[in-house]
């Protein structure tokens, strides 16, 4: 079993920044690939971006450029820097990894970006 806990989420005015953190405890040796979720109301939970143990990313389109995933492995937390921030990256975010075939999700974090 793997729990993650997310923190971070806010309210920012456009063009502004949040950071998004997510610590992982449980059965956590047999993570490898963490990342973030967003659904927004009436969508779709859509792939933000992804990270390996080893520091690979990848990101959706919508956030390349703006959005940085980064984890500290030695602490189980994974974060996502989210820059120039715009009104349709409101969503709730959810962190995620995969063990052992099975997705954990975390509870989720709400971001707003409204003027």
């Known amino acids: 079993q793997v729990q993650l806990v997310e923190s971070g989420g806010g309210l920012v005015q456009p063009g502004g920044s949040l950071r998004l953190s997510c610590a992982a405890s449980g059965t956590i040796f047999s993570i490898n690939v963490m990342g973030w979720f967003r659904q927004a109301p009436g969508k779709q939970r859509d792939l933000v971006a992804t990270?390996?143990?080893?520091?690979?990313?990848n990101y959706a389109d919508s956030v390349q450029g703006r959005f940085t995933i980064s984890r500290d492995n030695a602490q189980n937390t994974v974060y996502l820097q989210m820059n120039n921030l715009k009104p349709e990256d409101t969503a709730v975010y959810f962190c995620?990894?995969?063990?052992?075939?099975?997705?954990?999700w975390g509870q989720g974090t709400q971001v707003t970006v409204s003027s």
């Open positions: 995620w990894t995969y063990a052992a075939l099975i997705n954990y």
């Open positions: 990270i390996s143990s080893g520091g690979a990313a």
